[in-house]
């Protein structure tokens, strides 16, 4: 995908999204459009929402923030009675912070989920809440800039590893910057192209891929659950190093249960899980 740093054509839609969804008649909530949309496949989305006025919230890579839908029936109430009705949750955040027209965000669609089957609908000019600011304390800030960054993700779980490989993967910020990516098939590996780009355009940026269900035949055949394959040694196979938590953080967000394993192994390697009081090389964000 094109990045457009300077934000022009988004800005364009941006304009054009707004107008749209003020002649619909949206609720006062609704102080967002979507101004940019990409189906992965059936069930995974990438939408960029836009506020109607001003710029996105600051926020810093991996923060998350929250967007939200008011159910059509509560549209002509009051705006007390609306944020009663409002329907909210909280996604990581996919774009750079030096992106600033928009929010993008990487969504799957949940069968009878409340919202994200809402928002699966949704295409460019559509409106919706979008909260004034970005949360979350899964950044990067904690490691060390002479140590190597291991970002290990599921599913959706990749959103916050592409905002910090979008901001910090030329920059030479830590010693090397490995992403691991599990998935159920290989067309749920959204972002591979552009992963692959940051791969072949640097020295120290690594991509791992990993299929539970099938081979995945134009790279490496990474196939199984994500602790199989730090256990099968591929980290080291790719990036020549050793997984040694006297030089690496570790990085997780996704399933609870990958993350639980993954931790268990890590904490075997000598790694640990970092507190604010204790600080440690082991950085979790669940996604429920």
């Excluded at 990067?140 to 599913?155: M, R, V, Y």
């Excluded at 993350?259 to 000598?270: A, R, Y």
């Amino acid at each position: 995908m094109d990045s457009d740093p300077e934000g022009i054509t988004h800005n364009k839609l941006n304009i054009q999204a707004a107008m749209t969804s003020l002649q619909s008649n949206a609720p006062a909530l609704h102080n967002a459009s979507i101004v940019y949309r990409e189906d992965i496949n059936e069930e995974l989305f990438i939408i960029r929402v836009a506020p109607l006025e001003g710029l996105v919230p600051d926020f810093i890579p991996g923060q998350f923030a929250e967007i939200g839908l008011v159910p059509e029936e509560a549209w002509t109430l009051d705006e007390n009675l609306q944020k009663k009705s409002l329907i909210r949750r909280a996604y990581s955040i996919a774009s750079a912070p030096s992106i600033r027209s928009y929010l993008e965000l990487y969504i799957v669609k949940v069968d009878g989920g409340q919202l994200t089957e809402r928002l699966h609908k949704l295409q460019v000019g559509d409106s919706l809440f979008l909260a004034e600011t970005a949360k979350g304390k899964f950044t990067l800030d904690e490691a060390p800039q002479d140590t190597n960054l291991l970002l290990i993700g599921t599913g959706t779980g990749l959103a916050p590893f592409m905002s910090m490989l979008r901001e910090f993967h030329a920059q030479g910020r830590w010693k090397s910057i490995t992403l691991m990516h599990g998935v159920r098939l290989a067309q749920d590996l959204g972002y591979r192209e552009e992963i692959e780009k940051f791969v072949s355009s640097s020295n120290n940026v690594f991509y791992i891929p990993s299929t539970t269900r099938e081979n995945i035949k134009s790279c490496p055949p990474y196939q199984g659950r994500i602790p199989d394959i730090i256990k099968a040694g591929v980290f080291e196979q790719t990036t020549g190093m050793s997984l040694d938590p006297k030089t690496c953080h570790v990085f997780i967000c996704g399933n609870p249960q990958m993350i639980d394993s993954v931790q268990t192994l890590l904490e075997e390697k000598g790694f640990s899980l970092h507190k604010k009081k204790e600080p440690g090389n082991i950085h979790a964000e669940r996604y429920w």
